[in-house]
């Protein structure tokens, strides 16, 4: 499967971006995705994640209120709303799928297939 993410860029705070993450696979209904970020010197992050049997969404407390995750299956797609975005939101974001059932969803070593990473830039 590989998944390619888009949507970053620079934005001053306050401001919102929306990224995607398309999937190259015809089975992407069956995947659970998730979103990730990583700011320069700090370790991967969870963010956000969004399950397939029964779309139910998880958020970190940095982004709950602020981000929303969903998924277009007839498009392959999954999407990051991000809104009132703030300088600490500030990293490189990867989009992850995974098939195989699992209660975690806010490990990154869960997660088989991973993006390649989309900058996100929060100006003060």
């Known amino acids: 499967v590989q998944l390619q993410a888009s949507g970053g860029g620079l934005v001053q705070a306050g401001g919102s971006l929306r990224l995607s993450c398309a999937a190259s696979?015809?089975?992407?209904?069956?995947?659970?995705m998730g979103w990730f970020r990583q700011a320069p010197g700090r370790e991967r992050e969870f963010v956000s994640a969004?399950?397939?049997?029964?779309?139910?969404?998880y958020y970190s407390d940095s982004v709950k209120g602020r981000f929303t995750i969903s998924r277009a299956n007839a498009n392959n797609t999954v999407y990051l709303q991000m809104n009132s975005l703030k300088p600490e939101d500030t990293a490189v974001y990867y989009c992850?799928?995974?098939?195989?059932?699992?209660?975690?969803?806010?490990?990154?070593?869960?997660?088989?297939?991973w993006g390649q990473g989309t900058q996100v830039t929060v100006s003060s």
């Open positions: 992850a799928a995974d098939r195989h059932y699992s209660r975690v969803y806010d490990s990154a070593l869960r997660y088989d297939y």
């Open positions: 696979t015809r089975t992407f209904s069956l995947y659970d």
């Open positions: 969004i399950r397939w049997n029964d779309g139910s969404t």
